[in-house]
């Protein structure tokens, strides 16, 4: 009987382990990469696909390079490529949504250290459940001149040497 219970007492330790880590967010992201910067740059731009598998919110952004980190999204305003923070960007279910040069993307402002071409950074993605749970996601992310697989498009959107000087009032 003794060993019975120990088994049982076992098994519900285990369940219980399995119970938290469900909690972890079901994110698919596919194509992680942060713009290389140069010397005295202090800001880029990461981007990445995210699918998720339930409604979620991405609510949040933080780099232990980065001294701020927001969301953003980029779009024409008439003649005039605007950026501004969002709160959070909804990742309905099933639907995957796409952080690239020129829309939505990454902003890591206030950088501490050049992002070295092929090195990687640690990013961690916040996201809120329907439920309002929080949850975290860490990534590695390659540090990358250009898109992977995109032809060069140098100086172009966001990202460039110079692409966020007049990001930094905010
Ligand atoms: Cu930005």
Known sequence: MKTFFGRT????????LGSA?????AVKIDGPWARATVPGQKGTGAFMTLTAAQGLRLAGVSSPVAGV???HEMKMEGDVMR???LPALELPAGKTVALRPGGY????????QPLVR???IPVTLRFVDAQGRSSELQLSVPV???APGASVQSGSGHGGPTGHGSHRSH
């Open 9 to 16: 007492a076992l098994l519900l330790g285990a369940f219980a």
């Open 118 to 120: 092929d090195t990687q």
């Open 144 to 146: 990358l001149l250009n």
């Open 69 to 71: 980190a927001e969301i």
């Open 83 to 85: 950026m501004r923070a």
């Open 21 to 25: 880590g469900a909690q972890a967010p």
């Open 105 to 112: 993307h990454l902003m890591l402002m206030d950088l501490k």
